[in-house]
């Protein structure tokens, strides 16, 4: 899909990703090393009640989610930035899946080839539960046209 | 530190981090298999340049940053949502490092040992230009009192 395919409300689904215990683990101890997401003991003693997946770990599943089908924009998913939040954690075992919507469309003024998109990504586990909201702004761009109607 | 260590207007700076070119390409295999993060002619021909690392890689990377000394908070980082953008991106052989201030400390009202401390953490590359910019509201803990005062 391109920009001109687009409209306000439209929804898509992505399919699912299992977060394992062993891949939670890697990926806090090279960028998130904090007792809650490395130790079963230390998590329990925690705020989060047991092992939890760093956020930025749910974050980067997320986007391997949108980027493998849960939002199918050709041009590709470029974030300018956006607002993300946890509602609660993934746990060792969680099935994520991300359920977008598109809330706003906004072509560009100076190139009219493309536009910024905002999208609500909601990450849920297998229970439904929420994980994370990211509403994020993504550049899109127009359906490339043939070189026939130059 | 703990809650009650902390003012407004507070600065922390942290220490580095070497963005390398395969670790920018395994993460956006694994998280964000874009052709522009993976890919130097596909990346060329994109609205990056140039191999870039998917944002999400410059959040975790910020994190570790953050985790290991940029921010240190005795209670740990746990970061219940906030906003983020990558004015620029990170390129490979970048070293990035995080400069944060604290912009509000706001201790709950129900729970009279802990608080919400939101910070600002600019990711910078080595020529101080801004890589990401992040605004993260994060739950804080008074300092544990001493068994013998209860």
Do not use: C
């Not at 683990?25 to 809650?36: E, G």
């Amino acid at each position: 899909m391109y920009l001109e395919d687009l409209r306000v409300g439209q929804r898509f689904t992505s399919g699912t990703y299992l977060m394992e215990e062993s891949a939670i683990k890697a990926f806090a101890s090279a960028f998130d090393p904090q007792p809650f997401h490395l130790d079963e003991a230390a998590a329990r003693a925690s705020v989060f009640g047991g092992l939890a997946a760093s956020g930025w770990h749910t974050a980067a599943a997320t986007m391997r989610l949108l980027v493998t089908g849960g939002l199918p924009f050709e041009s590709g998913l470029i974030g300018l930035g956006g607002e993300i939040s946890w509602p609660r954690p993934t746990r060792p075992g969680d099935t994520l899946r991300v359920e977008s919507e598109i809330l706003s469309i906004l072509p560009s003024r100076s190139k009219p080839n493309q536009g910024i998109v905002t999208v609500r990504s909601i990450t849920l586990n297998q229970n439904a539960e929420k994980v994370q909201v990211l509403t994020s702004k993504i550049l899109i761009y127009k359906r490339p046209q043939p070189l026939t109607e130059l």
